[in-house]
Each structure stands twice: as C-alpha cells, then as structure tokens.
C-alpha cells in the first residue's frame, strides 16, 4: 500500500532525502515533469489542455516529526532536540533509529525511583532524556554516531480496527499519498503538486515552491489533531476520525480565501460527502498570507484528522482519507 | 461632525471582509468624479499627478473584529479574535455580524461569548453560522473641545484622512499613489502587495497612535497635540527621509509635531522590507484607548493631518 511505504520511509525536517527521492521514484512511473528546487521541494506540473488557465497549487509536506543529537553525554548516552513540534512527555522509552546508518536507541529518563517527588510531579524536560544506542562510553558512541545526526521513531506502519491505519508520520506521509494518488489522474487545469520541505516548523518550504510557480490558488493539504476522547468539552470537539476532512475559514490568524472555501465545502455537499468547518489550530503550522512572496493568491486548505499528531505513532482513517481524495479529485475536475 | 466620517464608521469592514468599507469608498470617490482602481486583493487604489517621484500614501480599511467558530446548545456563540488587540478591553460591548445581526459580546475564562438574544442553539442558527465575522458598532459622542469617541475611530480616521487630500490636493511634479488597503490588521498583506505593485519612492502610512491616559501617562502622545511621526514601533523605524518629507510638510503648514516610540505594528512592516526596500514612515494621529471598545481622537488633529499630507503636492526631491 503506497501510504505504507511512504509511512514507513525516513525523513525528518530538514533531512527529507530519503522521502524525497522515494516520492521521485513513485512519480516516475506515470510522469516526466518533475523538478527539485534549491530547498529541496518536489514540484510537479500537470498540465492542463489550456496554458492559460489559473495555477492551482496542492501543496503537502514530505517531513516527520524527528529528533536531533546534540552532544555525547560521559555515560555513552546521546543528548538531544527536536526537529518539529513533539509532544515531550510521550518521549520516554520510545524506540528511534538514529541517522543514515538507522542505529537503533532507546529514549531514556531518570529512573521514577531516583526522582524526589518534586520531579515525579513537574514536567519532563529534554535534559532530563537521552538517548541509549547500548554504547558504555563517549568515545564508543562517538564512533557509531555523529553530532547532528538525525533520529526518527522506530514505528512501523499497519492497519487495525476498522478501517484504521496506525504508524510513524502519517503527520504528513496521509498528505503526501493522496497528492501523489491525485497526480496520477489527468486534468483540464493547469495544476502543480508540491511535495515540501520543513513543514512542520512553519511550513517553510511552502513559500519558496510558491515563489517559483506563482500560483492563483494554494491549497495547503495537511493533518490536523483530531479531538475525539474522553472528556473534551463540546465546543472544542472539531473534529474525530471518520468525521472527513476539516475545510475552515481561518486557521487562527491564517485567514483562508472565503471563496476557495466556500467552493470546496459546495462540492462536498454536492457529493454527500462529510466534513467538518473550523478547529482549535493553537500551536500548529500555518500557511500564513503575509509570508507570501507573491501577489493576489488565494489560500485554502483541507485538513485530514488524524489522532495523536504530535506522538510518535498516530491513528487515521482510510474512510477520511478516502473521501478527501475523492473530494479533491472531483474539486480539481470541475475547474 | 463630518458625514463622511460618520459614514465610514458605520461600515462593517473586517479584516478579510470589507466589502461595505469598500463600497463607501468607492461611493466617495464616484461622487467627485475620481477615477480609481481596485486590485485582486481588494485594495482601492487612486493615482494622482505624474512626475519623477512616486509617493504611496497607505491605510488600511479593515478593523479588528471576531469570527463565530462554534454555537454552544444554549444558543451562545463562541468567537475568536480577528486582529490582535485584548479580549478584557471589548468585553461586553454591542456587536454587529456582517449580515445585520446584533448582539453583545462578553468575555471570560470559558471565551468570547456573543449573545444575540436566544436561548436554543436552533434559534441562534437561523440568524448566525461558523464563520460569519462580526464587529464592535456603536454610537458616536462628540465631546469636549472637538473630539469624538466611537469604536473603530482606528482605521476609518486614516481612510477618512485619505479621501480629504484626494479631494482637495492639487499635484504638481510628482505622483502620488493612495492605498485603501485590505487586511491591513492581520499583518498588512494588502499593503505589501499594493507596494509590490506601485513601486513607489517612498511610502507614508497613515494610521493612529496610542495617546496618554489614566493608565498610559508617560508616552507623551497627547490628543489635540499634533499629528504624531512614529520614529519607531515594532515593526518599523521611520526612514530619516520620511522624517525628513513630514517634518518640511508641518514646518510649511505652521503645525506642530509630536513623535512616538512605542510597541504597535503596522502595514509599515512588510512594505519597507518589499522588493529592494522601500523608504517607509507613518504619520499617526493620536487615539486614547486604540482597540478597545470606544477610542478617542480629536477632530483637530485629524484636520491638521490633512494639513500637513496636502503639504506633499508640492514636493521637489532636494539631491
């Protein structure tokens, strides 16, 4: 199943090679027009019959959530940061796969029983962790890792319940497969897929893909954390798995092209399929308007839920990821 | 009290929706005959005189507001903030959503809450949806020696201030370039992309600053003291050029000055970092209570604003 690979793949923010060159060999099979900006973006032309019509750019991001080594502790261990937003307390003991050479670590904490109860109460922070590759001190693990390193999570992908998919990344591999799965049809519009880089630190390479292709429309294809669970109130219940995608007005100060949205949610009600209006978008990514370097361009984006977005594995649904792309798909041919 | 001012006031326009702002400016302009234009973002743009130098002059025509994101069962409705300004300080004023509905806003720990009257969320429907904006509306008082209080006095002053000098400038040599721009709240987007469009030599934003009051006693920026010159605020430092333009203006038109530094944000932002740069100031006039839910300002200054900017249809370079 292509979201297995892609979930399965390696590439945290800022070191997408793997991924990237992954994506370049799916898009091979069915098209020449591909290209890789100075960032290191994947862009994909599919032209329409008519040159002249409106750009519409579909935009989903390639990177995970990582991990970075920053010194060696005397011990063996391995300091670290993060690469992307990550949920701290749900870092201990995780298994990870540290650089190109995939060493395998294990995260690690001060033992419960050493802690005061001072510690056990407040919040972990990184320099209570590292990062255990089995090395008994600084120079045998200087030699196996480097500093700089990357590390991702040592999950892999499958599918359980129903209909459902758990696995590493799906934060943004769901985006990614179901851009690629969209380029392989043929359409009347004049569309570019990007594949971009550093999206979860402020969806950077979103603006420099933009630059080049200077599109009419930008339609920022993402996950959002899902809010199904136990004792959320109601008014913060925005979205669950299975409930479809989330296509809002505004995410926070992002404020998305009424229109743009107004026609997308048009299509889904036109084809019966569900989907949710607006969602509590504290601390995640943006496609913000003012970092446009470009005119008169409108912005929209369609979010897929996804539970435990900021962990080291996550739960989706292929019911959600179906019809997104059954409702992009009808989007795009219609204009 | 001008009409024209009261007009403006009266219009909902919000970041991302100004099409009644709009409209009264484009009304205005139809009615002394002057040709504009309006661009895909939705910035009014009038151009006047031909010369050498280009001056944009820029304000923009949204406020801040609030947009509806949930409608609790009790017929309450949850918003967020448009625009970045402090919850505690529209707490309970009257409201006004997009499409003619009122209401009053309050806020507390549980959020922003507008109550339109209802009690059961199927009522609230009928009249309000999730994403419909809504603004602060309100009469205005005119108190004191000429002055007003009102809400949104920032930014309809500055079109207000805008479609005066169109009106009543005569240019010789130089061109000048007015900006009504959208979204100027949520970061200045029009603005830049106006800046983007026009090019221009320099830039002058008109906009409003915060004056004393009970509680801001030491910034020195007094209503009925001038137009203010923001030498610098978060996002911009007054080019010594600018600086040096407005003060040649008010020094021709016998007014006097006041300069600010202080921590606001403004289209200036995004315009002087545009293409290779553009040289960028603001000229404010002063507002006690700037984003709350009735601002101040004094007529006279918006009127000796007006004095200062006519200045510029005279302007020579002097290299």
């Known amino acids: ?335 | 009290m001008d009409k024209l001012l009261i007009k403006l006031m009266n219009s909902f326009g919000i970041s991302g929706k100004e099409d009644e702002v709009r409209e009264v400016i484009k009304e205005r302009l139809n009615e002394i005959n002057q040709d504009m234009q309006e661009d895909d973002i939705g910035n009014v743009i009038v151009k006047l005189g031909s010369g050498e130098t280009k001056i944009m002059l820029c304000t923009h025509m949204d406020s801040v507001g609030f947009i509806v994101n949930h409608i609790d069962d009790d017929g309450m409705i949850r918003v967020s903030n448009i625009g970045n300004f402090k919850k505690e300080d529209i707490s309970h004023s009257f409201i006004r959503f997009d499409n003619g509905t009122l209401g009053k806003i309050y806020t507390s720990v549980e959020g922003e809450f507008v109550d339109i009257g209802v009690n059961e969320k199927e009522d609230a429907l009928k009249k309000v949806s999730e994403g419909d904006m809504a603004s602060l509306v309100g009469p205005y008082l005119s108190v004191g020696d000429n002055n007003v209080i009102s809400p949104l006095l920032h930014n309809k002053v500055g079109c207000y201030i805008l479609l005066k000098l169109i009106e009543y400038v005569k240019v010789e040599n130089v061109e000048l370039d007015f900006v009504f721009a959208s979204q100027g709240e949520i970061g200045g987007i029009g603005a830049r992309i106006a800046a983007n469009n026009i090019n221009p030599d320099y830039c002058i934003i008109v906009g409003t600053e915060n004056a004393t009051n009970a509680d801001k006693r030491k910034n020195n920026i007094n209503i009925d003291g001038g137009p203010v010159l923001k030498i610098m605020d978060s996002s911009l430092i007054m080019h010594k050029d600018i600086k040096d333009i407005l003060e040649n203006c008010a020094k021709l038109s016998g007014i006097n000055l006041q300069y600010s530094i202080s921590t606001g944000r403004s289209e200036g932002e995004l315009v002087h970092k545009e293409r290779i740069g553009i040289r960028t100031g603001e000229i404010a006039v002063p507002c006690r209570y700037k984003y709350s839910a009735s601002e101040m300002v004094s007529i006279n200054d918006i009127e000796d604003t007006i004095k200062v900017l006519k200045q510029l249809e005279n302007f020579k370079e002097t290299t």
């Open chain 1, 1 to 335: 199943m292509l979201l297995e690979k892609l979930s399965n793949c390696i590439g945290p923010s800022g070191y997408e090679e793997e991924i990237r060159d992954v994506i370049k060999n799916e898009l091979y099979t069915f098209t020449d027009d591909v290209d890789v900006d100075r960032m290191g973006n994947v862009i994909v032309h599919s032209d329409g019959n008519d040159n002249s019509s409106p750009k519409i750019m579909i935009a989903s991001h390639m990177d995970e959530r990582g991990l970075i080594i920053t010194s060696y502790n005397d011990d063996g261990t391995l300091k670290f940061s993060t690469l992307g937003k990550m949920e701290k307390n749900a870092l201990p003991c995780k298994t990870v796969l540290i650089g190109n050479k995939k060493v395998h670590g294990v995260i690690g904490i001060k033992p419960i029983h050493l802690q005061d109860k001072s510690e056990r109460d407040k919040n972990i922070s990184y320099d209570d962790m590292c990062i255990d590759i089995g090395a008994s001190s600084k120079d045998e693990c200087r030699k196996v890792i480097a500093l700089g390193d990357f590390a991702v999570f040592d999950n892999s992908f499958s599918k359980f319940g129903d209909n459902l998919v758990k696995g590493k990344a799906l934060d943004n591999r769901i985006g990614c497969s179901i851009l690629l799965e969209l380029l392989k049809e043929k359409y009347e519009c004049n569309l570019y897929g990007v594949f971009y880089v550093q999206g979860n630190i402020d969806k950077r390479g979103i603006y420099t893909a933009a630059y080049n292709i200077k599109p009419d429309i930008i339609i920022d294809l993402d996950t959002i954390n899902s809010t199904d669970g136990e004792g959320v109130p109601e008014y913060l219940k925005t979205n669950e798995l299975t409930g479809g995608p989330v296509i809002p007005f505004n995410m926070e100060e992002a404020i998305f092209n009424r229109d743009i949205v107004k026609s997308i949610r048009n299509k889904a009600d036109n084809m019966g399929i569900v989907y949710k209006r607006s969602i509590s978008a504290k601390d995640t990514s943006k496609l913000k308007q003012d970092r446009l370097p470009i005119n008169n361009c409108k912005t929209a984006a369609v979010l897929i839920p996804c539970k435990h977005m900021d962990y080291n594995i996550s739960i989706c649904s292929l019911m959600d990821y179906e019809s997104t792309l059954t409702l992009i798909k009808s989007y795009l041919s219609d204009l």
